[in-house]
């Protein structure tokens, strides 16, 4: 039998507009803390309505002092998984509809600089253009 957790917070979260560019994140993630198993499942809640179902979760263990090998969230499990190799900002989530999701995890001792939500992706570059003389 599996429980179903409620999130006991909202995640504090921003994503990149929804655009036919592809990026190399889809937002920023700024968790309360460290724990995954208490802070994966308000973050896969936020996410599923426009990624679908949240599967596999990847992350750089030396931010993550403890990583689950899996995390209940509302209706199903997300596997948890470690990579060294990956960069130790960045959370990797995979889905059944879109692929593939990267966050950028902002630390969760960062002091808040500026309102929440006030974080926003840098603009798509734009198409190169020839200085004019």
Known sequence: MTATLAPSHSARLSLTPKTTLAGLLDGAWWPRSRDLAAELPPLVDALEERFGRITRVTVNPT?????????????HTVHVG?????????????????????????????????????????????AYSPPVS
């Open 63 to 75: 931010r993550w002092p403890v990583v689950p090998h899996k995390v209940a969230v509302a209706g």
């Open 82 to 126: 470690w990579f060294t190799e990956q960069d130790p900002d960045k959370m990797i989530l995979l889905s059944y509809t879109v692929g593939r999701v990267d966050l950028l995890v902002i630390p969760p001792e960062t002091e808040p600089a500026a309102p929440p939500g006030s974080w926003r992706p840098p603009p798509p570059p734009a």
